[in-house]
């Protein structure tokens, strides 16, 4: 099983931009469909982006639509959420997960998950 550990949260301002880094080891990574998810304490997990395996399709809520950005480097085991205009609605603890076969981009299709990372947007 695949051992995620993700990095680049931090406190940044309404407006502004943040990079998210996942690195996988352990596993054949780009045998996996890749995931951020986020949550916020007392409300459910909501995935926010999605990647396959090669790259080619990707997944996007409505949420985060048109500013975020997810990609991956295979070649790395790396898989990065580039996060632009961020929202102070934005904050929450952003996690890593991956899947072998998901059926569909839902929360519950990514069951390995890393410790995640805070990211939190002033106003």
């Known amino acids: 099983q695949v051992q995620l550990v993700e990095s680049g949260g931090g406190l940044v301002q309404a407006g502004g931009s943040l990079r998210l880094s996942c690195a996988a080891s352990?596993?054949?990574?780009?045998?996996?469909?890749m995931g951020w998810l986020r949550q916020v304490q007392g409300k459910e997990r909501e995935l926010v982006a999605g990647?396959?395996?090669?790259?080619?399709?990707?997944y996007y809520a409505d949420s985060v639509k048109g500013r975020f950005t997810i990609s991956r480097d295979n070649a790395k085991n790396t898989v990065y959420l580039q996060m632009n205009s961020l929202k102070p609605e934005d904050t929450a603890v952003y996690f890593c997960?991956?899947?072998?076969?998901?059926?569909?981009?839902?929360?519950?299709?990514?069951?390995?998950w890393g410790q995640g990372t805070q990211v939190t947007v002033s106003s």
């Open positions: 990647i396959s395996t090669s790259g080619a399709n990707t």
């Open positions: 352990g596993g054949t990574f780009s045998m996996y469909h």
């Open positions: 997960a991956a899947a072998i076969n998901p059926r569909g981009w839902l929360p519950r299709e990514f069951p390995n």
